[in-house]
């Protein structure tokens, strides 16, 4: 994190066929982002508008990171990205089917977001000039998402918490899963999977706490699966 | 409120204490483990000084282990130092200390430059690295030992190791000041520094640490490494006071004679009442009840007397002047030199 990137060659070979699955993960990401959004507004009517809005949101930051693609003549690997997620898209989808929208919440608002800053995070100092002004605007408003997931489960957190620890069981080990597979990628780009896993683990802990978990809760839940 | 930004002293210890607070996640990991671990707040803190003032604080625990420097994983080092920082900023907390490595780390790898740790920008007045009063406890600790010992540090031959940082320039400074006739061994790795130090100084030799070492009648250690020393007791002078400040405070165990005392540097013994949960002599194995490194107390100190801002920072800051402030106010809560 001291280093900024110094040594990547954007140009390169290497870094453009990295790119070109990293880049389609997040496209595909805040595709599924927005439609799972959609997706929650209609199990929460009372949010709708606004969750419809971050539906929008999430579409602007697809379009965005599909121009830091097109910027350096990378074509996304999206056939790649649409695996990359099928597992947490079937969960969620599962969820969504019969209402739990407890477990919606967690996947979108909480994993996949918490997935996504950490993601940016790490890869702000090391993106290429055109990326990096894209990401930093992304990532302010990733910071609101998380947020409208925290606020609602903090309200209700009494009757979802043992909902929320069995969906942490059911969906984190996925995570490291996915952070496994795309590890020599990112590396690749200058991200190291430590930086990844440990902003991660910082953002979605925050998030738990702030939800109403204890230190010792949050401890456990974030470490589901790290190590299996 | 303050707050302390601790890490534990070895993998091995890591390992042990997360085991015995239940952490079992955490309990059986390896080092690529703790690289990836977030700093988590352990302990909440309530000190009652001698004034009778109450005040609360925090234990942040950072995962850094030393064995993060040994092994070269210095992006995870430098990650657990500004995570935590950040940690802390976010809790709202006024001073926190950078005890043991972190502090060390901060300096070395310039961290200064990250001031924006994502939605976090940190601001380094809320921090203290905690070394005006770890150097002021070493000077109480040489002036109150040396003379039991029949050393008079008035004509004594005093080696500071680690004579460049931040705590071992400044206990030069008092040492030239207070003891301009003694004879003052200047030692440090990097020898540019040293020179240019001791022009600063105006005072002081420059030897290698083999050479200094026998002459001795008193040894400051403040240079720390990941790993610790090894040094033959009977190579020393004797008498000789050791004062071990540096890190891994484990000279102690190292040295057994019976003409050397080595006392723990920037220690301190407090008279005050400390509620603290899980903490207390867990985190350092070597602490005992009712000891507390000295670094850390500075910012109990600052939060008691409400001076919220960064006493001591960067390197080569400390002045006999903030030494006295920091000295003064740490007696009157309730603090001592340890001297045992």
Known sequence: MVERGATLDYQSEAYRDAYSRINAIVIEGEQEAAENYVHIAELLADHR???????????????????????????????????????????FQKAFAVGDVVTCLLIQALII???????????????????????????????LHLNFGQRWLKEHFAEVKDRLKEANRENLPLVWQMLNEVEEDAAQLGMEKAALVEDFLIAYGDALAEIGFTTREVMQLTAMGLAA | MFGLIGHLTSLEHAQALAYELGYLEYAERDLDFWCMAPPQTLDEIKVRSLTGQVIEGRYIESCFVPEMLSQNRFKAATRKVINAMAHAQKQGIDITALGGFTSIIFENFNLEQIRDVRNVSLDFKRFTTGNTHTAYIITRQMELVAPEMGIDLEHACILVCGATGDIGSAVCRWLAYHFPKADLLLVARNHQRLQEFQQELGTGRI?????????????????????????DPTQLKHPCLMIDGGYPKNLRTKIQHPQVRVLQGGMVEHALDIDWKVISSLVDMNVLERQMYACFAEAMILEFEGWHTNFSWGRNQITLEKMAQIGAASVKHGFRPLLR
């Not at chain 1, 539906?55 to 990359?84: I, W, Y």
């Not at chain 2, 030897?207 to 040094?231: C, F, Q, R, Y």
């Open chain 1, 49 to 91: 508008e606004e969750l419809l809005s971050l539906a929008k949101m999430e579409s602007r930051h697809k379009k965005g990171f599909e121009a830091c693609g097109r910027n350096l003549q990378v074509t996304p690997d999206l056939p790649f990205a649409k695996q990359f997620f099928a597992k947490l898209r079937a969960n």
């Open chain 1, 113 to 143: 977001e918490a997935f996504a800053i950490s993601a940016y995070n790490i890869y702000i100092p090391v993106a290429d000039p055109f990326a990096r002004k894209i990401t930093e605007g992304v990532v302010k408003d990733e910071y």
């Open chain 2, 207 to 231: 030897l290698s640490l083999t050479e200094a070492l026998p002459l001795a009648d008193v040894v400051v250690w403040v240079a720390s490494m990941p790993k610790g020393m090894d040094i």
